[in-house]
């Protein structure tokens, strides 16, 4: 079954378009979404973007501390950033 060349998903209730094979990380940047805040009200987001820093969390589908830049984005997906 082919992918589709495009699916929408929810993102803080806000709705993005992103190509197939786009990862949740990359779709929170292009809604403009902070991943979280510093400890000083900073906005932070994804830094290394394999795994390991765990600056991209955020709850997936109702699954909390997701890492969103090894997830890959699927139509009608619902993420929510703290």
């Keep these: 079954m082919p992918?589709?060349?495009s699916l929408?998903?929810?993102v803080n209730d806000r709705p993005v378009n992103v190509a197939s094979g786009t990862t949740v990380a990359s779709a929170i940047l292009l809604a403009g979404i902070p991943t979280r805040r510093s400890v000083t009200?900073?906005?932070r987001?994804?830094?290394c973007g394999m795994g390991i820093c765990?600056?991209?969390q955020a709850t997936i589908n109702g699954t909390m501390h997701q890492r969103t830049c090894?997830?890959?984005c699927t139509e009608g997906m619902?993420?929510?950033t703290p």
């Design 8 to 10: 929408r998903l929810l």
């Design 78 to 80: 619902e993420v929510r």
């Design 45 to 47: 987001g994804p830094l």
């Design 54 to 56: 765990f600056e991209c």
């Design 3 to 5: 992918k589709p060349a």
């Design 41 to 43: 009200g900073q906005p």
């Design 70 to 72: 090894q997830v890959f």
